[in-house]
């Protein structure tokens, strides 16, 4: 597997294993407790320091018991006035940083290596604290996302990706891109292990345009249904032929895939879907054969979230209903 290779990085391998352990600290007069309840660190917690030295706090109760971690890092637009000075025990990264400029800016030749000095431990700590089927969701835009994505398939693995979706951010045009109006960053997202997945998704529920799309023309008693093309192209070749049979559509033309493509199903299993009425030719009896799906109330998972995050999808409908806290970058100490 490919590994990214940065300035400092066989310095901050191992850093946070050497970052010291602190104890939190509960302030009372910050405190939120549940009536009739005392401060607690067992409640929900804002902690307020180091965030190097604050997950490293975190480690002895919370470590594999975090079901979901989001970050939202520095983008390293060089605009954003973040500093980069953890105090990791080499002479030579310190002689380093004390010769290099603080806070990073643009004009910074070395503003990539240090933001992933600065990320390296950080995402190493937080996979500690993921549970197995626990997963980390960040923020980012096109200026770090590629590094990222390799800096997080080295600590991660490459097979625990789960997704870089697209988060429309505006609207409108903006004047201020070089040539393109840059709309978008992106959510990269992976799990700690394959029990992500096997422990099954959240569906999102079905908006009106897309509950819209079942109806029940044929007046079918299994209720409303869509359709979805019975070819597919064709990809394995054992399917090559035997999943080209001709069909005869009730017009009595007869039909067969176009090339390159192949029937989904089996011809026995068409057959059979065929009689039980679940195969549809158009109003006319004269379309390429589809297949219906059915809508069915108490069996409805919903839909599946897809990577285009734009303002009218209903994920992002949702994050915006409950979101309470704004974006912050500060200096990451």
């Keep these: 597997m490919p590994t990214l290779e940065f300035k400092g990085k066989q310095f901050v391998y ?38 190097l030295e604050a997950l490293k706090a975190l480690l002895p109760t919370h470590a594999g018991k975090v079901d979901c971690i989001f970050i939202d890092p520095p983008y390293n637009t060089g605009n ?9 025990r080499s002479p030579l990264m310190k002689e380093w940083l004390k010769k290099s400029a603080n806070p990073v800016d643009k004009e910074d030749l070395e503003r990539h290596d240090k933001w992933l000095c600065m990320m390296w431990p950080r995402i190493n700590l937080l996979k500690e ?32 990706f789960v997704c870089c979706a697209v988060w429309e951010k505006t609207y409108t045009p903006k004047s201020n891109g070089r040539v393109i109006s840059t709309d978008h ?21 079905r908006n009106e345009e897309q509950q819209s799309r079942f109806t029940n023309p044929d007046d079918d008693p299994k ?37 390159g493509r192949h029937w989904s199903l089996p011809e026995e299993e068409f057959k059979k879907q065929r009689k039980r009425g679940e195969i549809y030719f158009g109003k006319t009896g004269d379309a390429m054969p589809n297949k219906k799906v059915y809508f069915d109330k108490k069996e409805d998972k919903g839909v599946i979230a897809r990577t285009w995050w734009g303002g009218s999808h209903p994920l992002m409908r949702t994050l915006q209903r409950r979101l309470i806290m704004g974006r912050q970058k500060e200096c990451y100490a």
């Design 129 to 160: 604290l993921l549970s197995d089927d626990g997963s980390i969701w960040m923020t980012l835009d096109d200026n770090e996302i590629h590094r990222a994505r390799i800096l997080f398939d080295e600590i991660f693995g490459e097979e625990n």
């Design 14 to 51: 191992s850093h946070h294993l050497g970052v010291p352990f602190r104890e939190l600290q509960v302030v009372p007069d910050k405190s939120l407790p549940a009536e009739g309840k005392r401060p607690s660190l067992d409640d929900n917690l804002i902690i307020h320091g180091d965030n």
């Design 185 to 205: 960053d992106y959510v990269l997202a992976y799990s700690k292990t394959d029990a992500f997945v096997d422990h099954g998704w959240n569906y999102l529920d």
């Design 80 to 88: 954003e006035g973040w500093c980069y000075n953890d105090n990791v």
């Design 223 to 259: 209720g409303p249904w869509r359709t979805y093309p019975l070819d597919v192209r064709t990809e394995n070749n054992e399917r090559r032929e035997k999943y080209r049979y001709p069909v005869t559509l009730p017009s009595g033309r007869v039909v067969r895939p176009a090339k």
